[in-house]
């Protein structure tokens, strides 16, 4: 098919880039999907130039690298029917990024039977197939297996003279065909792009120029330029595979990752992924990849087995907030917990933790979910200093608290014994509660302070016998204010001073020396009383000694009689007593001790007879 425009303005040659193209006899326009080069050979055979280079007027035709120029070399003349628009297909091949195209000729022999025409598609590494036809393109020649060139005399026959158009069509997959259509048009169809994206044929192209490098990439380390897709002998079955990631659904993208990276199993996989993660997040951000991206993550939550920590600036936030593995330090920055509190988490098992072995050292990643209850957790925990200061007592009488069992230890999250214990501040604030009986201060108000100053030095835990005394209800504390710690607890100065009177009455404590005064007995004695057991003693406080109750005293003087008392009253001496006592078999206590009393012991009860016969009960205190 020829046309003649006949209009003279359009033979004068146009230059373009240092070419202008001669005004053929013939010239049949341009289609609208024909590749500009095929346009050139297909008018050079037409007019029997035997090459291309005759279509030239002025200078020399642009190179293979340099489509771009085709574009407007052949919009400049007329007479070639190519569009000035850029949607074309043709023009938009022409103006895609160089790296997206071919060095040799991919063809269809369906098309190029029925049109003689090459498309432009086929100059993109990227296409495989005839959207048309649905057939796998070819790159070499049937007959003598050589590779196609653009640089040809015809758009039909081979070097060696071979038909191409007489090659067998050989049906692509389904996928592949709907991935071209994509390429080409733009179409979306069973795909996870959304529809309705704006993508040009550039970023068509390089999405799956992209894919290309990675799929099925599984245990090869090589991912830089990807020479697969060059030649179609290796090209189809890579681009199955490309197809079946991005036209194959949730199914066929979830394989890809799958197959292709093996993160689980290799470093190298965990490396490529990253790679792949960068380069499609970073070159595809348009919404309409959110299906992929959102698998993606998924899969990156479930296999990734490093942490994705904020440092790790290529992985989007909402990946590295959804990732449950986090670097130890970077948990311990983000939920500020000490790291010591997470070590010990960790050697309980409270919080889950996997070693990972790095190019240059080993990191310990821990379970975010696991660090955020820990994390709630220690929010209620408490250290026995600030337990202390929570409570608003002294270290010691926290020690004190809790050596009674006001307080308890809180057990660690984890099941092993001793781990990150602690004082729950729930625990702590439901016990200073539980003492505080009312928030109106008394009229005559003593203070906490006051009070224990009221003791009687030599009394020890003076504040634990207040707390006691609080709990069991025969002393009533009260509140100066809405959370009062310990410290801040009032009493009603006449009530206290009724409960301290009563109270010392039957539970006074003394010294030994205080009680050697009371008993009308020497100190040493008390303390040899003391130390044989013969005294009952409290040692609540090992710095200020033994301590006697007069209940105690009442108890020696009830069991024991000393042979002082029994002289005195029998108006004898104490030998003859003793001698008496002896003659009736009857021993003091410390008669096969090594240590000698001080003074004579005998057990009351040894000594009824005797005793009545002095009519003496017992000794009293002195
Ligand atoms: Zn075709
Ligand atoms: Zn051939």
Not at 7 to 15: D, K
Not at 42 to 52: H, I, P, V, W
Request: glycine share 8%.
């Amino acid at each position: 098919m020829t046309q003649s425009k006949g209009l003279e303005g359009m033979r004068a040659p146009v230059i373009s880039h240092g070419c202008a193209l001669i005004y053929p006899p013939l010239y049949p326009a341009s289609s609208s999907d024909e590749s500009p080069i095929g346009y050139l050979v297909r008018l050079a055979e037409l007019n029997c130039y035997g090459s291309t280079r005759w279509m030239c007027a002025v200078g020399q035709l642009p190179r293979l690298s340099e489509l771009h120029l085709y574009h407007d070399l052949l919009a400049g003349a007329g007479w070639t029917g190519w569009g000035t628009e850029t949607s074309s297909i043709s023009a938009a091949v022409c103006l895609v990024d160089q790296s997206h195209r071919l060095g040799r000729l991919r063809y269809c022999p369906v098309c190029i039977r029925e049109t003689q025409r090459w498309k432009a598609a086929w100059h993109l590494k990227a296409s495989v197939v005839c959207a048309e036809h649905g057939g796998w393109l070819r790159d070499t020649c049937p007959a003598c297996n050589s590779p196609m060139l653009f640089k040809a005399r015809s758009t039909k026959l081979c070097k060696c003279g071979a038909d191409l158009s007489e090659s067998a069509l050989c049906l692509a997959p389904e996928a592949v065909r709907r991935q071209q259509g994509w390429l080409e048009r733009g179409s979306v169809s069973r795909a996870l792009i959304a529809a309705g994206h704006n993508l040009d044929l550039q970023m068509r192209s390089e999405l799956i120029l992209l894919f290309a490098r990675f799929v099925g990439r599984d245990g090869m380390g090589k991912t830089g330029i990807d020479t697969r897709v060059l030649h179609m002998d290796m090209a189809a079955d890579v681009m199955i595979q490309v197809a079946d990631a991005l036209f194959g659904g949730t199914e066929g993208f979830t394989r890809f990752l799958d197959t292709s990276f093996s993160v689980s199993a290799s470093e190298q996989g965990e490396r490529r992924l990253s790679r792949f993660y960068k380069a499609f997040y970073g070159s595809f951000e348009d919404g309409c990849f959110d299906p992929y991206k959102q698998l993606l993550e998924q899969y990156l939550n479930e296999h990734w087995p490093k942490a994705l920590s904020r440092r790790n600036s290529l992985f989007k936030d909402r990946t590295i907030q959804s990732h449950p593995w986090l670097a130890l330090q970077a948990a311990c920055r983000e939920f500020a917990v000490p790291k010591s509190h997470m070590r010990r988490a960790i050697a309980d098992d409270a919080v889950r933790s996997m070693s990972v072995q790095g190019p240059k050292r080993e990191s310990v990643l821990v379970w975010k979910p696991d660090v955020a209850r820990l994390k709630e957790w220690l929010a209620d925990a408490l250290t026995a200093k600030d337990a202390a200061d929570y409570l608003g007592v002294t270290k010691k009488q926290f020690g004190q608290l809790r050596q009674n069992g006001y307080i308890t230890y809180q057990k660690a999250l984890g099941s092993a014994s001793r781990g990150v214990g602690a004082f729950s501040m729930e625990k702590l604030s439901g016990f200073l509660k539980s003492l505080a009986h009312s928030s109106s201060a008394p009229l005559e108000a003593m203070t906490m302070n006051q009070a224990l100053r009221r003791f009687r030095a030599g009394v020890k835990e003076p504040l634990m016998i207040i707390i006691e005394a609080i709990k069991q209800g025969s002393l009533g504390a009260y509140a100066s204010s809405p959370k009062p710690t310990i410290r801040e607890l009032v009493f009603d100065s006449h009530l206290f001073e009724d409960w301290y009177r009563e109270r010392s009455s039957d539970s006074e404590l003394f010294s030994i020396t205080e009680a050697a005064k009371r008993m009308g007995i020497h100190q040493e004695f008390a303390y040899q009383l003391a130390n044989t057991g013969l005294l009952e003693t409290y040692s609540s406080n090992h710095s200020s000694g033994q301590l006697v109750s007069q209940h105690s005293i009442d108890k020696f003087c009830s069991e024991y009689v000393l042979l002082r008392d029994l002289a005195r009253e029998a108006g004898r001496s104490s030998a003859s007593v003793m001698n008496d006592l002896a003659s009736r078999g009857i021993q003091p206590v410390d008669a096969v001790w090594d240590q000698q009393m001080r003074q004579k012991v005998y057990l009351a009860s040894n000594l009824r007879g005797f005793l009545r016969g002095l009519c003496i009960s017992s000794v009293g205190a002195g």
